[in-house]
């Protein structure tokens, strides 16, 4: 499935290859006894994921994951990647775009490789309808993003107050219903479902049933593309079912935590979380270097975390569709600058 096809919302997400904050874990082809089938996990953290969960749902099978990110650096072309492939039983991938790798996409690995199977790259934006990506982003292959204080993963608000020149009091007195309802931020969820199930069929793995039950455990996201264990989990399980395994019947959160929790999480917001019968918040979580307890910040706190780094930025640096389109937007401007009194 080709970029272009996806729809407009899960192309604006970066949902083929979302940039990842998660510390890298690769597992290498290692003789640990397991004589198995063997099996071959292509993707993101997500992907990475995947392979952990089919170690523990398939405890005879050997598993190696291959990260999107090193592509090119441990395969060299697609002739590579495939070469490495053809040694193993069973390969899932999730989609990556051209120019990760020289000699096409996972579209053109697909065509060439039968064995192949494909699994969603899960994004989805409903719970925290505020969290963007700003920076260089027109072509997948080639991002550079701009930092935030949980990695790169911004707030529209805070950044379209910041060009607006609010200060950080002023941008935290946005975060209220009546502004998220002007902004839509209560209107994400048709999109987002239909997105994603969309997104998934186009593949051959329809999500339809997944979602419903997903949405009845609560928010099932960390950030918009970072799912909780029990999303990789079914997926795992699934990709296995329908590759004539029988995976033990655990949960993989029971057994391996939570790689993701990890990493970034930002709060569902209040109101927002109002909506899904959910207790929501606003703090923020860095993602912790070693064993060091979190960074963590109030709203107000992110929000100047945020600022003194767009103060650093040049503007161009800074470039986001959608605060573009409010900033220029007279009836979106008008909610910011009616903050500054």
Same mark, same amino acid.
């Given at each position: 499935?080709?970029?272009?096809?996806?729809?407009?919302?899960?192309?604006?997400?970066?949902?083929?290859?979302?940039?990842?904050?998660?510390?890298?874990?690769?597992?290498?082809?290692?003789?640990?006894?397991?004589?198995?089938?063997?099996?071959?996990?292509?993707?993101?953290?997500?992907?990475?994921?995947?392979?952990?969960?089919?170690?523990?749902?398939?405890?005879?099978?050997?598993?190696?994951?291959?990260?999107?990110?090193?592509?090119?650096? @441990?395969? =060299? %072309? &697609?002739?590579?990647?495939?070469?490495? !492939?053809?040694? $193993?039983?069973?390969?899932?991938?999730? *989609? /990556?775009?051209?120019?990760?790798?020289p000699g096409g @996409?996972? =579209? %053109? &690995?697909?065509?060439?490789?039968?064995? !192949?199977?494909? $699994?969603?790259?899960?994004?989805?934006? *409903? /719970?925290?309808?505020?969290?963007?990506?700003?920076?260089?982003?027109?072509? &997948?292959?080639?991002?550079?993003?701009?930092?935030?204080?949980?990695?790169?993963?911004?707030?529209?608000?805070?950044?379209?107050?910041?060009?607006?020149?609010?200060?950080?009091?002023?941008?935290?007195?946005?975060?209220?219903?009546?502004?998220?309802?002007?902004?839509?931020?209560?209107?994400?969820?048709?999109?987002?479902?239909?997105?994603?199930?969309?997104?998934?069929?186009?593949?051959?793995?329809?999500?339809?049933?997944?979602?419903?039950?997903?949405?009845?455990?609560?928010?099932?996201?960390?950030?918009?593309?970072?799912?909780?264990?029990?999303?990789?989990?079914d997926i795992a399980?699934?990709?296995?079912?329908?590759?004539?395994?029988?995976?033990?019947?655990?949960?993989?959160?029971?057994?391996?935590?939570?790689?993701?929790?990890?990493?970034?999480?930002?709060?569902?917001?209040?109101?927002?979380?109002?909506?899904?019968?959910?207790?929501?918040?606003?703090?923020?979580?860095?993602?912790?270097?070693?064993?060091?307890?979190?960074?963590?910040?109030?709203?107000?706190?992110?929000?100047?975390?945020?600022?003194?780094?767009?103060?650093?930025?040049?503007?161009?640096?800074?470039?986001?569709?959608?605060?573009?389109?409010?900033?220029?937007?007279?009836?979106?401007?008008?909610?910011?600058?009616?903050?500054?009194?």
């Open positions: 499935m080709a970029i272009s096809d996806l729809p407009r919302r899960a192309r604006s997400a970066f949902s083929l290859s979302a940039p990842s904050w998660a510390r890298p874990w690769r597992a290498k082809a290692v003789d640990d006894g397991r004589k198995g089938p063997s099996i071959a996990v292509l993707g993101n953290c997500q992907g990475r994921g995947v392979a952990q969960a089919m170690r523990l749902f398939a405890p005879e099978s050997p598993v190696r994951y291959l990260s999107m990110g090193t592509l090119r650096r @441990d395969h =060299g %072309t &697609l002739d590579g990647l495939a070469a490495t !492939l053809a040694g $193993f039983d069973h390969v899932y991938s999730q *989609a /990556f775009p051209g120019g990760l790798l @996409d996972s =579209g %053109t &690995l697909f065509a060439r490789e039968k064995r !192949l199977k494909m $699994f969603p790259t899960i994004v989805f934006s *409903a /719970f925290h309808p505020d969290m963007v990506y700003a920076g260089r982003t027109q072509n &997948l292959a080639d991002q550079k993003l701009a930092a935030s204080p949980l990695g790169q993963y911004h707030s529209a608000i805070a950044l379209c107050a910041h060009r607006l020149g609010l200060t950080v009091a002023q941008t935290a007195s946005l975060f209220r219903e009546d502004v998220f309802q002007r902004l839509g931020y209560f209107d994400h969820w048709d999109p987002a479902v239909r997105e994603l199930v969309t997104s998934s069929a186009g593949i051959g793995f329809g999500l339809e049933r997944e979602v419903g039950r997903w949405s009845r455990r609560g928010a099932f996201m960390h950030v918009i593309n970072h799912p909780k264990a029990y999303v990789i989990g399980r699934r990709l296995l079912a329908e590759s004539g395994f029988t995976p033990e019947p655990v949960a993989v959160e029971d057994y391996l935590g939570d790689e993701l929790v990890h990493d970034v999480v930002w709060p569902v917001y209040p109101p927002v979380a109002e909506q899904f019968g959910i207790t929501g918040s606003y703090l923020f979580k860095r993602k912790p270097r070693g064993a060091a307890f979190p960074v963590l910040y109030d709203l107000e706190g992110f929000i100047a975390a945020s600022f003194q780094l767009y103060d650093d930025a040049a503007p161009g640096d800074l470039a986001c569709p959608r605060v573009e389109t409010w900033a220029t937007s007279p009836w979106i401007a008008e909610i910011f600058l009616a903050a500054k009194g």
